[in-house]
């Protein structure tokens, strides 16, 4: 008999070499991801680009709620990591995903060069700045990577706080648009990109895969048509 990976502890996958390796590719792209954003905000800062008219910003006054956002997303993080941690398959699932989010946005940001909005409030990370001074980035736009986030959050997520997170994602998209730190349309297309990336990273590391109920052993497709 086999059950899903979905909802397996970590007793189940003690001896799966196939959940192994997906977990290192997994934290491997979610790092590459992170690589690969900074080099590309490097770029797009020096990259002049285009002013849009935004009619949504244009009735919101910009305001510096910056402790709001960054509460919201350091909150949703530590809670989607606790809540993901007894689940490896869907953490697995959930790093795959952050990769192919930021490799999104990488690509995005590439081809949509785009100035600030005009009222832009910098938005400054005010946990990371109380141990180190980092760039403040203005030009890294289309789509918005922390509304993405708490998105891919809230598709990870089960029971409550699903509705937990999808208040957060409202609430970051609500804030860095009073904050003029994003187009409308930046916030508009985050959900989108981190459906996608949740869809992709599903099919690449857990579609199919079944662990026996009596072992931890991966069985072959074959076994899982027949027994699933």
Do not use: N
């Not at 599903?202 to 699933?228: D, H, I, K, L, N």
Request: with cysteine; glycine share 12%.
């Amino acid at each position: 008999m086999v059950r899903s990976v979905d909802g397996a502890g970590w007793r189940a996958v003690l001896g799966v070499r196939e959940f192994w390796w997906k977990f290192g590719i997994s934290s491997l792209g979610l790092f590459a991801g992170l690589f690969g954003q900074a080099k590309m905000l490097s770029f797009v800062e020096k990259r002049p680009g285009a002013v849009l008219m935004d009619p949504i910003l244009a009735l919101l006054p910009p305001k510096d709620v910056t402790w709001m956002t960054f509460t919201l997303i350091y909150l949703g993080v530590v809670a989607g990591f606790t809540g993901l941690l007894p689940d490896p398959w869907r953490l697995v699932r959930a790093f795959g995903a952050y990769g192919f989010l930021a490799l999104f946005r990488v690509l995005t940001m590439w081809v949509t060069p785009l100035d600030p909005p005009l009222g832009m409030i910098l938005l400054r990370d005010p946990f990371v700045e109380a141990f180190v001074a980092v760039p403040v980035t203005t030009k890294d736009l289309f789509f918005s990577g922390h509304t993405s986030l708490l998105f891919l959050l809230f598709l990870s997520a089960r029971g409550v706080l699903r509705g937990i997170f999808a208040a957060g994602a409202l609430g970051v998209a609500v804030c860095v648009l009073i904050q003029h730190v994003h187009y409308t349309v930046d916030v508009l297309g985050a959900p989108f990109f981190a459906l996608g990336a949740w869809v992709l990273s599903g099919w690449f590391f857990t579609a199919g895969f079944r662990v026996p109920e009596s072992g931890p052993e991966s069985v072959t497709e074959g076994s899982r048509r027949v027994q699933g």
